[in-house]
C-alpha cells in the first residue's frame, strides 16, 4: 500500500505481531457477536419453516422490513464507534461518555417513533411488500408483536458502538450469546408446546432484545461511572447531523436490499421462501466477516485520532489480507453444505430446489463481499462517510434496483435477483478500492 519501500526492522515485526493479536482480539468477539443475531433468526426459520410455506413466506417479508429499520439506524453503532475511539485515544474520557449517554436518549426517541409507526402503518407496509391472501394475516401478527421492541433493539446498537469503540468486543459477545440462546430456546417453547405460532418466534425475539438492551444500559453505567444522564437536544442534534452521511448510505443499501425481497414476494411463495432461506445465510456469513470491519472501523479511528496515518495504512492492509482469506473458507464452506443446509430450512422440495439454485452465487460473494466489509469498516474509521454515500452506495443502488426489476419482468427468478446480488457487491467493491489506492493521503486526520 505504501509507494516507498520500508525496512523491515524487529521494532517493526514486533509491531506487526501486535497488530495480528489486536486483530483477533477484536474480530473474533466482533465476529461472534455479530453472528449471534442472524443465527437466531435462522432459528426462527428453521422452526417457523415447518408450520408452512406461507409462514415462512411471512418471516421472509417481515424479516426484510426489521432488517431496513434496524439497518436504517446502524448509524447508531457505527457513528458511536468511531467517535468514542477517537475521544478515547485522545483522552477525552468524560466526552466520550457524554457521546454514549446522549446516542442512548437519540435510540430511545428513535426507538418510540419506529414503534409507533409500525404499528399504524403496518398494514400498508407489507401490502407494499406484496403480503396478501395466505401471507398478510401471519406477516401482520409478527410484524405488530416485533415492533415493540424497537426501542431495546436500538439501545443495544448504541451499547455494541460504545463498548466496541472502548476496544472491548467481549462484553457484547457475552450479552449476545447468553440472551439469545435463551431467546432459541423460548422461540421454540412458544411456537410449538405453547402453540403461539409465529407470534412465538416474534415474543422470543423481543425478550432477547429487550435483555440485551438492560444489560448493556447496566454495563455502561458501570463503565462510565456517575455522570450527568439528562438528554440533550442540542447534543443529540449534532450526532443525527455528523451521521447524516453515512445514514444515507445505509439507506440507500437497505433500499436495494429491501426491493430485492418485494421482487421475489411477486414471483411466488416458494421463491420468497428460498430467498429467506439464503438470505438469512449470506446475512450470517456477511456479519461473521463484519468481524474484521469491526476489528478495522476501532483500530484505524484510535490510530487516525493518535494521529498515525502509517500505522493505519499497515492496520488497513493487514485487515485485507485476513478478511480475503476468511471469505474464501467460508464461501468453499458453503460450497460444501448445498445438500444438507436448505432440507434443514424447510420440507418443501420446490423451496429447497430454488435455494440451491442460487447456491454457488451466496459462495462467490464471500470473498468478494470481505473486501467490502474490511475496506467500510477502514473508511467508517476514518469518518470518510461522504465517500461512502456517494460512490459506494450509489454503485448499489445503481446496478441491484435495476437488475431486481428486470428479474421480475423478465422472469429471470431468483438467479437473476442474485445476480444483481453478486453485481452490486462488485461495484461497491471497484469504488472502495479506487478510494483505497488513495488512502490516507485523500483523508485528513480525523476531525471532531
Excluded at 437466531?40 to 417481515?62: E, M
Excluded at 434496524?70 to 475511539?85: H, K, P, R
Excluded at 403461539?196 to 425475539?205: K, L, M, Q, S
Excluded at 429447497?352 to 466489509?373: C, D, E, M, T
Amino acid at each position: 500500500m505504501a509507494n516507498v519501500r520500508e525496512m523491515r526492522t524487529p521494532d517493526m515485526g514486533a509491531s506487526l505481531s501486535g497488530q495480528r493479536r489486536e486483530i483477533i482480539a477484536l474480530a473474533l468477539p466482533a465476529t461472534l457477536a455479530l453472528a449471534a443475531d442472524p443465527l437466531l433468526s435462522l432459528v426462527d426459520t428453521a422452526l417457523v419453516g415447518r408450520l408452512g410455506p406461507h409462514t415462512l413466506a411471512a418471516l421472509g417479508i417481515d424479516a426484510a422490513v426489521f432488517a431496513t429499520v434496524f439497518w436504517l439506524c446502524n448509524f447508531l453503532t457505527y457513528g458511536t464507534t468511531s467517535e468514542v475511539a477517537r475521544l478515547h485515544a485522545g483522552g477525552e474520557s468524560d466526552a466520550a461518555g457524554a457521546r454514549i449517554i446522549q446516542a442512548l436518549w437519540l435510540a430511545i426517541a428513535l426507538g418510540a417513533l419506529i414503534t409507533a409507526v409500525l404499528l399504524l402503518a403496518g398494514p400498508m407496509i407489507l401490502k407494499a411488500m406484496g403480503a396478501t391472501g395466505a401471507v398478510r394475516e401471519p406477516a401482520l401478527i409478527y410484524l405488530r408483536v416485533r415492533s415493540v421492541a424497537a426501542i431495546p433493539a436500538l439501545i443495544a446498537l448504541v451499547g455494541h458502538g460504545a463498548f466496541r469503540g472502548l476496544k472491548d468486543t467481549r462484553t457484547p459477545l457475552r450479552i449476545t450469546l447468553w440472551l439469545n440462546g435463551a431467546a432459541a430456546l423460548l422461540s421454540w417453547v412458544l411456537i410449538y408446546p405453547v402453540g403461539w405460532g409465529i407470534a412465538g418466534a416474534a415474543w422470543g425475539t423481543v425478550i432477547a432484545q429487550l435483555g440485551a438492551a438492560v444489560a448493556f444500559v447496566v454495563l455502561l453505567r458501570r463503565r462510565l461511572g456517575p455522570r450527568a444522564t439528562r438528554p440533550d437536544l442540542a447534543a443529540m442534534r449534532t450526532i443525527v447531523r455528523v451521521s447524516r452521511d453515512l445514514f444515507l448510505r445505509t439507506a440507500s443499501l437497505v433500499l436495494a436490499l429491501l426491493l430485492t425481497t418485494a421482487a421475489t414476494v411477486r414471483m411466488g411463495v416458494a421463491t420468497v421462501g428460498a430467498h429467506q432461506i439464503v438470505r438469512e445465510l449470506w446475512v450470517l456469513q456477511t456479519l461473521a466477516l463484519d468481524g474484521f470491519a469491526v476489528a478495522a472501523q476501532a483500530m484505524i479511528a484510535t490510530s487516525l485520532g493518535r494521529g498515525e496515518l502509517s500505522q493505519a495504512r499497515r492496520e488497513a492492509g493487514m485487515l485485507l489480507r485476513w478478511g480475503i482469506g476468511t471469505g474464501v473458507v467460508m464461501g468453499l464452506v458453503f460450497l460444501a453444505l448445498i445438500n444438507v443446509l436448505p432440507g434443514v430450512f424447510t420440507a418443501d422440495q420446490g423451496v429447497q430446489a430454488q435455494a440451491r439454485s442460487v447456491w454457488w452465487l451466496v459462495a462467490l460473494l464471500q470473498p468478494i463481499g470481505a473486501v467490502v466489509f474490511v475496506l467500510d469498516g477502514v473508511f467508517l474509521g476514518a469518518h470518510d462517510y461522504r465517500y461512502l454515500l456517494r460512490w459506494t452506495a450509489l454503485a448499489a443502488l445503481g446496478v441491484l434496483v435495476p437488475v431486481a426489476w428486470l428479474s421480475l419482468r423478465l422472469d429471470w427468478g431468483l438467479q437473476g435477483v442474485w445476480w444483481g446480488m453478486l453485481g452490486m457487491i462488485v461495484a461497491r467493491m471497484a469504488a472502495l478500492l479506487w478510494r483505497l489506492r488513495h488512502w490516507p493521503s485523500t483523508a485528513a486526520r480525523v476531525k471532531a
